[in-house]
């Protein structure tokens, strides 16, 4: 079949036949006719098919087959991959260089239900955060890392990324899992389990969760989409991440920390290792309702969220318990510093509005180098409700 792709094909069952060595390169037959040895009942064989390269078709994923993503597989613009409902797509544990990206114009609609989900996880036999890379979405809607219409370019695949576009369309995502992603590059990239970078609002993101990550669970580069019903459970970086300009929604989110993890959210305005070079310039702004982190207890340490660099936001109905720290607010002095943070908070850029927290020492840390009350910055402390992650996280995640 010819498709500029490369795929490579690997038989569950092979024909009752036998074959000589000789130094001729061996040949691979796919029976796919009528099943051989159950009986002659008219099925056809399932295949298992390794899955890699660059796609510049669509793909369609058959529900009979078995399919292993054994290195990076990229669909290129105008192509959509295409994955039905209930289907478990391996991962070849060989780190950070097998990975799903979908680039710049491409879709994937990958649309699952709570009986039915879609997971993407790891072949070992005893499976291990990091063991592959994740899945990657590229759109064109606006980061604050370059200016306009220019692009930037991706930490895992170099695909660019970015552009004007707010409700630029990458696809489905509903009813997925991503489990023991986020294998490292090298010493300062590394893959997440879903990697949102410059996508547009028209992209539809809901009921997601990364489970058992090596680095962050979701990661927004910039970008407008929006997400619900969003799970991370046991990352060991940050659960929830975003940068360069993120303005998306994030509603019912629920944070479970593991034995090793970081942050339940780190916030920044813009990503420091680029710089905010966007022009007008702009700062992260997600809004985040109904959110729920829970940590390892206040002895362990850690802050619950890092807001920093500049990073706005609106956060409303939060339940934070198990943590040293809740709010940890950094950046420098001044509506003109290059980390606005604290003064978000003095004109209502930066603000949480009922939030509950259980086993916290302290509430908020502010080291922003403004001045203001903690009731400037927090309403409504005790009405904060846990998002119903027992209701809607139920049966298709990983608890």
């Given at each position: ?125 005893s499976p291990a955060a990091g063991d592959w890379g994740g899945l990657i979405l590229l759109g064109k809607a606006p980061i604050n890392s370059v200016s306009g219409a220019a692009t930037a370019t991706s930490e895992i695949a170099s695909l660019p990324y970015g552009g004007t576009s707010v409700s630029d369309d990458s696809g489905i995502l509903r ?9 490292a590059a090298d010493g300062q990239s590394e893959n997440n389990g879903f990697s949102f970078y410059g996508v547009g609002n028209g992209t539809l993101i809901e009921y997601i969760q990364a489970f058992e990550g090596k680095d962050d669970g979701v990661e927004f580069f910039g970008g407008t989409v929006n997400a619900s019903f969003v799970s991370v ?167």
């Open positions: 079949m010819k498709n500029n792709l490369i795929l490579g094909f690997a038989i569950i069952t092979m024909l009752a036949t036998s074959c000589t060595s000789d130094d001729t390169a061996d040949i691979i037959i796919n029976d796919n006719s009528i099943t051989n040895n159950n009986g002659g009942n008219g099925l056809t064989d399932p295949e298992t098919i390794f899955l890699s390269g660059t796609y510049t078709a669509d793909l369609n994923l058959d529900a009979n087959n078995s399919y292993v993503v054994n290195g990076p597989l990229i669909m290129t613009s105008g192509t959509t991959l295409t994955i039905p409902a209930g289907m478990t797509i391996e991962a070849l544990a060989a780190g950070a260089n097998v990975y799903i990206a979908i680039s710049q114009g491409a879709r994937i609609v990958a649309n699952g239900t709570a009986n039915n989900p879609i997971i993407f996880t790891s072949d070992a036999s009813y997925v899992r991503v489990d023991y992603s986020g294998g459970v046991n990352a060991q970086d940050d659960s929830i991440d975003w940068t360069e300009g993120f303005s998306g929604t994030i509603t019912n989110a629920y944070v479970k920390h593991g034995s090793e993890h970081d942050k339940g959210i780190e916030a920044d305005g813009y990503n420091t290792d680029i710089g905010n070079n966007s022009n007008p310039i702009f700062f992260s702004k997600p809004t985040v309702n109904n959110l729920a982190i829970y940590g390892n207890g206040s002895g362990t340490g850690n802050e619950a969220i890092r807001l920093r660099a500049g990073s706005q936001g609106v956060f409303t109905n939060v339940y934070i318990e198990g943590f040293e720290e809740g709010f940890d607010l950094d950046g420098d002095a001044g509506s003109g510093s290059s980390n606005p943070t604290g003064t978000g908070v003095l004109n209502g850029d930066l603000s949480v509005t009922d939030v509950t927290f259980t086993d916290v020492i302290l509430i908020l840390k502010n080291d922003t180098g403004e001045t203001f009350a903690e009731t400037d910055f927090i309403s409504g402390v005790g009405n904060g409700v846990a998002t119903d992650y027992a209701t809607w996280g139920a049966g298709w995640t990983n608890q």
